[in-house]
């Protein structure tokens, strides 16, 4: 079943996105159920021009339909629920899989935001 990893940065243009693997699939699986034990309350709005999240959109029984990533938190809709969890090290492993679409030049520009 397809999912999807899109890199929000543009405004008026096609964002960069891949295809994920099943491999790939199974790594963010085991990152968000990791990721999940770490609920918070903390939210970051995204800006409206510039990077604003890694966007997991997937139709996969193993993945959440959509996981939005900024700044180090995951925002999960569940139905009418929002969560939000601490998620790190999701987005860096979300970057490392989007690295092959992505200049090297925003590359290092996300790898700067990210941190």
């Known amino acids: 079943?397809?999912?999807t990893l899109t890199v929000s940065l543009f405004s008026g243009r096609e964002n960069p996105h891949v295809v994920l693997s099943a491999a790939d699939i199974e790594r963010?699986?085991?990152a968000l159920r990791e990721v999940t034990q770490?609920?918070?309350s903390e939210h970051i709005e995204a800006p409206g021009l510039g990077y604003s999240g890694?966007?997991?959109s997937a139709d996969d029984p193993h993945l959440p339909k959509e996981v939005i990533v900024y700044r180090g938190i995951a925002t999960i809709h569940?139905?009418?629920a929002v969560k939000h969890y601490d998620a790190g090290p999701l987005e860096?492993?979300?970057?490392?899989?989007a690295a092959s679409?992505?200049?090297?030049?925003?590359?290092e520009y996300l790898r700067h935001e990210i941190q």
């Open 38 to 40: 770490h609920e918070t």
């Open 92 to 97: 860096r492993l979300l970057l490392t899989m």
């Open 1 to 3: 079943m397809p999912a």
């Open 54 to 56: 890694m966007i997991i």
């Open 28 to 30: 963010i699986a085991q």
């Open 78 to 80: 569940r139905g009418n």
């Open 101 to 107: 679409v992505l200049r090297s030049e925003t590359l």
